[in-house]
């Protein structure tokens, strides 16, 4: 049969994906996608593979087991090779799975199963001497693994002797318990160091420690679920496998159940997608396995997994939230993709905030509206998706989306227009994309914000995939939003939203260079945040005004001039200064710039509305003042914003004066 040129392609951009994002995950424990992602996309190629066989090479995806291990670690060769599973998403595949083993068997022959839970962990192969450990492996490739012997003593829960002197080589699973996992992060957060994601990737990486004692520190668990090899031979079934494990001292999960038929099979499981979420660990779905030995025997293997065997998943994560708002943003071409801006919530382990609506047919095929409860479903797609609207949760006050005629991010005059024979509108101002990645390049350089990690090429793929569109958005990224970009690795995101945090406050000098002025570079604006020490002043500033500050000349400030009265640079800061906050407003060299207020003791207390109290200690010692964190008879003056405290009555016992915040402006002044 003649393939397909589209179907050839896809297939291509299958393999190559999916090679990149199983060498992340499975060799170096990096995540940019879900793994029900990486499923589904293993499951298309599984598909188009199964209808085209003569596609099918030794390299592909489908072939093998998994990535190559790490150098860190001494290289043990596995005597038995190491196997993973086929995986089922539907009812619909169980029973084709059933169909395929009888058909193989005989049509008429009767088949029991045994299921047992799929932990989400990272798989261990332990091999015994005389019933005494003697290595232990991870699966690496499925023919070398890594030697981890040492840190897999620390687990208490896998027995250095077994209860019996055989010798024996079985298959587990490592894991971390969510209580455990709950209280590393939470000595995390008490340290201010980025959390774990979940808690597979803390087992796993753990695991590849090269100091045991951090290992032991984890405390991680360990199921162990199948007899490799045994001298004298395995039992007859795989239901008395796990019990004869269990004898010998293995952890067996003790949720495994023989089932008559296939139907059994999928009730077990639809009884445990209810009940998952009860245990200590996390369950991602349920292996399923020919009961009988022998019958496994004649099923035997493909060249990647085993006929006998099956991984039935659990259905996606789905979730509910509200939408907050609907927004346009600008891709690279220039159209215009509606996004959904949400209310930040968990799903398939990680903090979503956003959702893409696709175009205008996508949003009336919805009838999503601004104020919607929707449900918000992270499954086999790269980016989180809304299902459905719950439209009875409506309370009258949602607000129906409009595509406008102008949108701010398209540049020029802002005009849009629907494409020819499209669902979709686009900006009409052809170049506004590259003029609004070069201004975003230099709002998070080092002359501006300084954001450490987030680079031109990061910047780029960020609005390519309509995650920001104005300089505000990038305060607003979430950890979800970040994971399923590619090449955005756990740690990196960790790292890349601390620094995003960290430039939320900024002097004014780069808060100025940020914005991209026309003709204002970085001496100008350290120019304007001396002269008129505040945003404020600048933003009201006559022409004659700026043109009288030393530097300035009548070009340069009829631009400044005119920036500040732009309505779209206006409604811009609005959306910044509810993000950021403007540090310091003049540019301090040496020591003070004056000694007006040399000698005199303060104390802040309360919120203040016109500035930071790290704004107003830096206006004070400025002037030579000095901060004191407690009130007493030497305290000239007590700064009071909103909610005071006690520091207000101390003070009025001991005779401080008080200022309030206009009266501390004035005193500035």
């Not at 989400?120 to 499925?142: C, F, H, P, Q, S």
């Not at 909610?643 to 004035?666: I, R, Y």
């Amino acid at each position: 049969m003649k393939v397909n040129e589209d179907i050839l392609e896809r297939l291509n951009k299958l393999k190559k994906t999916i090679n990149y994002h199983r060498y992340l995950y499975h060799v170096l424990d990096k995540q940019e996608i879900s793994e029900e992602a990486l499923d589904s996309l293993k499951n298309e190629l599984y598909k188009i593979e199964q209808e085209y066989p003569e596609l099918i090479t030794l390299d592909s995806p489908t072939q093998r087991v998994a990535g190559e291990p790490l150098k860190e670690f001494k290289k043990i060769v596995h005597k038995i090779p190491q196997w993973s599973f086929n995986d089922a998403f539907t009812e619909e595949d169980i029973f084709d799975f059933d169909a395929r083993v009888k058909r193989f068997l005989g049509e008429n022959k009767k088949v029991i199963y045994t299921c047992e839970l799929k932990i989400d962990g990272l798989k261990v192969v332990l091999e015994y001497k005389n019933g005494i450990l003697k290595t232990a492996a991870t699966r690496g490739n499925g023919k070398v693994g890594e030697d981890v012997t040492t840190n897999i003593k620390t687990i208490e829960s896998i027995p250095l002797r077994l209860n019996k002197d055989t010798d024996i080589i079985v298959e587990g699973e490592v894991w971390m318990g969510k209580k455990v996992f709950e209280s590393l992060n939470k000595e995390k957060s008490k340290n201010k160091e980025a959390l774990f994601a979940n808690p597979r990737n803390v087992a796993a990486g753990t695991i590849r420690q090269l100091d045991s004692r951090i290992v032991a520190q984890r405390k991680l668990d360990c199921f162990i679920y199948d007899i490799a090899r045994l001298e004298g031979g395995v039992p007859g079934e795989q239901f008395k496998e796990l019990e004869l494990l269990g004898e010998l001292g293995f952890k067996v999960n003790k949720h495994f159940k023989y089932c008559k038929d296939i139907q059994e099979v999928i009730n077990f499981w639809k009884d445990w997608q209810k009940k998952k979420d009860k245990e200590d660990y996390w369950i991602d779905g349920v292996v399923i396995k020919v009961n009988e030995k022998e019958l496994q025997d004649k099923l035997g293997y493909t060249g990647k997994a085993p006929r006998f065997a099956i991984a039935f998943k659990f259905p996606a994560e789905q979730v509910t939230t509200v939408v907050e708002d609907i927004v346009l943003q600008v891709g690279r071409t220039g159209v215009l993709t509606p996004v959904a801006h949400l209310k930040p919530v968990s799903v398939a382990v990680s903090v979503v905030s956003r959702a893409t609506l696709h175009n205008e047919d996508e949003i009336k095929r919805l009838d999503v509206r601004i104020g919607d409860t929707v449900v918000l479903q992270k499954a086999g797609d790269v980016i989180p998706q809304i299902v459905s609207v719950l439209k009875e949760m409506r309370i009258g006050k949602e607000k129906v989306f409009k595509f406008p005629a102008f949108v701010e991010a398209c540049g020029g005059d802002g005009r849009i227009e629907k494409i020819p024979g499209q669902v979709a509108y686009r900006c009409v101002n052809k170049n506004s994309f590259e003029q609004q990645k070069r201004k975003f390049h230099h709002f998070v350089s080092k002359k501006a914000y300084d954001i450490d990690g987030l680079g031109p090429s990061i910047i780029d793929v960020l609005l390519e995939e309509n995650l920001i569109s104005s300089f505000d958005d990038i305060f607003s990224l979430k950890k979800g939003d970040l994971l399923v970009l590619p090449r955005f690795a756990e740690k990196s995101v960790d790292n890349l939203l601390e620094a995003i945090e960290n430039a939320r406050k900024v002097d004014l000098a780069k808060f100025l260079v940020g914005l991209s002025i026309d003709q204002v570079g970085e001496e100008t604006t350290i120019d304007l945040a001396n002269h008129f020490g505040s945003l404020e002043k600048i933003k009201n500033a006559s022409l004659e005004e700026l043109e009288s500050v030393y530097g300035i000349g009548d070009v340069v400030a009829k631009s400044i001039y005119d920036w500040f009265r732009n309505e779209k640079n206006q409604h811009l800061l609005e959306r910044l200064l509810r993000e950021v906050k403007i540090r310091s407003n003049r540019v301090i060299e040496g020591s003070a710039t004056g000694n007006k207020l040399k000698g005199k003791k303060f104390v802040l207390t309360g919120t203040m509305e016109k500035m930071t109290r790290d704004e107003a200690k830096d206006k004070i010692r400025a002037l030579g003042g000095s901060i004191s964190g407690a009130i007493s008879k030497s305290i000239d003056f007590l700064v009071v914003g909103d909610n005071p405290g006690s520091k207000l009555d101390k003070a009025t016992e001991l005779g401080v004066e008080v200022l309030d915040e206009e009266e501390f402006l004035k005193l500035l002044e």
